[in-house]
């Protein structure tokens, strides 16, 4: 689907697309970093084995994965801080505007919108709702990876602002890369060359003694 602002415009209180865009665009290639290194990581996983664990267990690796990697690359850097108060890892980035922006990373759907939100202070997290350690005015925004649609390949990395479980403000790519290594794909065996028939035309002493006989 594509990407923009779902709404008239953006609801009171959080950034604007372009806003948001501009505060984490620092950030943009590293975030990016942490994603790619999560997904090959999962690949150096024995494939047979990969093949016999649910999707579920590859997010839940991938996304250990990509915040180890977040972690060491965020660690040290001006204007950002880790945090894993609530029971998951998020950046805190503050602008040199002083905007305030909550990066969670976490896979997103085909929509865009973040997934496996199950306990109510998940749900009270993307409502935008007051949660204890989280300040109030910050923009909430979710950073993750979409697969493609066979599942095998990472197609986009997102970062999108939603309102509860079901309604997205607006996400926009940040994609470092057009594409992210994925699983190998067998290639067709080779098909033998084949060309059209030649038809062959009579020499002008063919065709002279035609006429003879």
């Not at 943009?28 to 999560?38: Q, T, V």
Request: charged letters at 30%.
């Amino acid at each position: 689907m594509p990407m923009g602002c779902l709404f008239d415009e953006t609801p009171e209180g959080y950034l604007s697309e372009q806003d948001a865009k501009r505060v984490i665009a620092p950030y943009s290639e590293l975030l990016n970093e942490a994603w790619r290194d999560g997904w090959e990581d999962w690949l150096s996983f024995d494939a047979v084995k990969r093949s016999r664990l649910l999707p579920r267990t590859r997010a839940c690796s991938v996304n250990d994965f990509a915040v180890a990697r977040a972690r060491q690359l965020f660690g040290d850097r001006p204007g950002v801080r880790t945090c894993d108060e609530l029971g998951f890892f998020k950046l805190r980035i503050r602008s040199p505007e002083d905007e305030l922006v909550i990066v969670r990373l976490k896979r997103l759907g085909v929509d865009h919108l973040a997934r496996n939100i199950k306990t109510k202070q998940q749900k009270d997290y993307y409502n935008h709702a007051p949660v204890p350690g989280i300040p109030l005015g910050a923009t909430r925004l979710t950073v993750g990876y979409v697969l493609d649609a066979t599942q095998t390949r990472v197609e986009s990395v997102v970062a999108s602002l939603q309102l509860g479980l079901r309604d997205l403000i607006y996400s926009f790519g940040l994609d470092a890369e057009p594409d992210i290594k994925g699983l190998p794909v067998p290639l067709p065996p080779d098909m033998p060359e084949v060309r059209p028939p030649v038809r062959l035309k009579p020499s002008k002493k063919s065709q002279e003694s035609g006429k003879t006989a």
